[in-house]
């Protein structure tokens, strides 16, 4: 008489859902104000969007 073997259940997450990036909500991209003068010292009404630098541009959560 045989017995079965049971398979060793191994538990693994089939699919991670990528975290977000916390700073730029996913889009890879941050706006930031536009600073003028030496040593960024005066903000000015302006904005640009510039590069998420905690995802580098990919809106993945890197921190973990
Ligand atoms: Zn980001």
């Known amino acids: 008489m045989a017995t079965a073997k ?3 259940a191994r ?3 089939p699919k991670p859902e990528p ?3 916390p700073d730029c909500d996913g889009t890879g991209e941050t706006t930031e104000t536009v600073r003028v003068g ?3 010292g005066r903000a000015t009404d ?3 969007t510039v590069l998420c630098l905690t ?3 990919t809106g993945d959560d ?3």
């Open 6 to 8: 049971k398979p060793t």
């Open 11 to 13: 538990r693994r997450s």
């Open 19 to 21: 975290a977000k990036c």
């Open 38 to 40: 030496p040593r960024k």
């Open 46 to 48: 302006d904005h640009q």
């Open 55 to 57: 995802c580098l541009g």
């Open 62 to 64: 890197t921190t973990d």
